[in-house]
C-alpha cells in the first residue's frame, strides 16, 4: 500500500475557481497526483489559459465555464460535467471574493454579493455533487475556509460570515451525507500570495504584520496548501470527515 493511498490515479476532480490563485494551485496539485481535473470559473478567457497551461504540463483536464453562485447554472454546469467529461470523484469549493471596507459604509448589494459568492455557491455546488456521489457511495468534498473561518479583522464582516458559514456548512454536509460514504472536509488557509490578496501585499504595513502574527514568519506559497488537499481527496484520509485542517502557519494558534 505505502504511498499508493494518496494516489488520486482514476479520479475526476472539479476544483471552482480554479483560473488563478489557491484553486489554480490545488487542479495543479490533485493532478500531479494523477487527478483528471475539470476546472471551473466565470471567465472564459482566463479559464482557457488556465486549462492551456495544465494541458501543456501534460495533464488530464477540462474546463467547464459557469457561474457556481447561480443555482441553476450550478446544476446545469454538475450534470454537463457528469454526463459528458465523467463522475465527480472530488468536489473542491474554492470559488470566493472579498471586498474590504467599513461594516456601517457597506451597501447590501455588497453583503449579498460576497454571502452568495463565497457561501451560497458552495451549497449549490455540494448538493449538485452531492446527488451523484450518493448513488456512487463515495466522494470527497473539500470546502476551501479561511482563517476568517475562526479570526475576525477590521473591513471584512461579509467575508468572515461566510468563511465562518463555510466551516459549519461542512460540518453539516459531514453529518448528512457520512452514512452515504461521502467525506466532507475543510482547508482553512491563512495569508497567501493570491491575486485577492494583492493591495493586502502591496501594503508592507500589513505584510509586515502578517508575517509577525504568523509563528512560521512569513506569507504562505499557494503551492503549500497541496499536501492538505490530495490528502484530504484521497483514501489516506478515508476515516476524516468534518474537519478543518489549518494551514495557515500556525496564525490560529496563537493571540
Ligand atoms: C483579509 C484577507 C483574508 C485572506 C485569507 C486569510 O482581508 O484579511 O482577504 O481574508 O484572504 O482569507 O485566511
Redesign the pocket.
Known amino acids: 500500500m505505502g504511498l499508493d493511498r494518496f494516489s488520486l490515479k482514476g479520479r475526476y476532480a472539479l476544483v471552482t475557481g480554479s483560473s488563478q490563485g489557491i484553486g489554480h494551485a490545488l487542479a495543479k496539485g490533485l493532478a500531479e497526483a494523477g487527478a483528471t481535473i475539470v476546472l471551473n470559473g466565470r471567465d472564459e478567457v482566463k479559464l482557457e489559459k488556465a486549462l492551456e497551461s495544465l494541458r501543456t504540463a501534460g495533464h488530464a483536464a477540462h474546463a467547464r465555464a459557469f457561474d457556481v453562485s447561480d443555482s441553476k447554472a450550478a446544476t446545469t454546469g454538475v450534470e454537463a460535467i457528469e454526463h459528458e467529461i465523467g463522475p465527480i470523484d472530488i468536489l473542491i469549493n474554492n470559488a470566493?471574493m472579498?471586498r474590504?471596507m467599513p461594516t456601517e459604509d457597506l451597501p447590501d448589494e455588497t453583503w449579498h454579493e460576497i454571502i452568495r459568492t463565497n457561501l451560497d455557491s458552495v451549497f449549490y455546488m455540494s448538493r449538485a455533487v452531492g446527488r451523484h456521489m450518493i448513488g456512487r457511495k463515495r466522494g470527497s468534498i473539500i470546502n476551501i475556509?479561511?482563517?476568517?473561518s475562526e479570526l475576525g479583522?477590521p473591513?471584512?464582516v461579509p467575508?468572515?460570515a461566510s468563511?465562518g458559514g463555510v466551516k459549519m456548512m461542512t460540518k453539516g454536509l459531514a453529518a448528512d451525507w457520512g452514512k452515504h460514504g461521502i467525506r466532507v472536509n475543510g482547508i482553512?488557509?491563512?495569508?497567501?500570495k493570491?491575486p485577492?490578496?494583492e493591495a493586502?501585499i502591496k501594503d508592507e504595513t500589513f505584510s509586515a504584520w502578517v508575517a509577525s502574527r504568523t509563528p512560521l514568519g512569513r506569507w504562505g506559497e499557494v503551492d503549500e496548501l497541496v499536501g492538505a488537499a490530495v490528502f484530504l481527496a484521497s483514501d489516506a484520509a478515508s476515516f476524516v470527515t468534518g474537519h478543518i485542517l489549518y494551514v495557515?502557519g500556525g496564525?490560529t494558534s496563537v493571540v
Open positions: 470566493g472579498t474590504r475556509c479561511s482563517v476568517m479583522r473591513t471584512i467575508y468572515t468563511k482553512g488557509p491563512g495569508y497567501f493570491t485577492l490578496n493586502l495557515e496564525m
